[in-house]
């Protein structure tokens, strides 16, 4: 039996961050965390780029350009209910959009948003309480990079 397992380091991928500006109390929360789990990693500072976005919704579109570029994506949002069905548009879009553009260019492209009913709930999961979604997708993207290595 053949097992693939990779390493949880990487130190010539380039990454492209995308991020969106809409609620950016949380969303650079999610970008400090990222950034700085991937230099824990080993990714050289010189190989993270950062491109920020209007909104979640608009991710997916940035993030395929990004993916002509990059050995992965990772796109960072902070989606938060409000009163109107926005949330639903919003969310169903995002992730949708992420998913394809993966699967269109074969590029990992990572989902590091935060859906939440409340900028509590949001900020928990962005680097208090319930730790930092950031840091969650950067792990996954160099796993996914080294994956992908191997793989192809
Ligand atoms: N964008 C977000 O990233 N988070 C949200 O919570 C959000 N809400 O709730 O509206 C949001 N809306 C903006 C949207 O992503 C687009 O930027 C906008 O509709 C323009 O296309």
Known sequence: ???IK???NNASAKFFLV??????LVTRSLLEGCVDELVRLGVDEENISVVWTPGAF???LVAKLCAKKADAVICLAAIIRGETPHFDFVSTEAAKGIAQV???TEVPVIYGVITADS???AVDRAGTKLGNKGR?????AVEM??????LK
Do not use: H, T, Y
Not at 136 to 140: G, M, P, Y
Not at 145 to 150: E, T
């Open 1 to 3: 039996m053949e097992e």
């Open 6 to 8: 990779v390493k949880l």
């Open 19 to 24: 991020v969106s500006r809409f609620n950016e």
């Open 58 to 60: 608009e991710l997916p």
């Open 102 to 104: 993966s699967l269109s």
């Open 119 to 121: 900028v509590d709930q």
């Open 136 to 140: 969650d997708a950067a792990r996954s």
């Open 145 to 150: 990079v080294n994956i992908l290595q191997r």
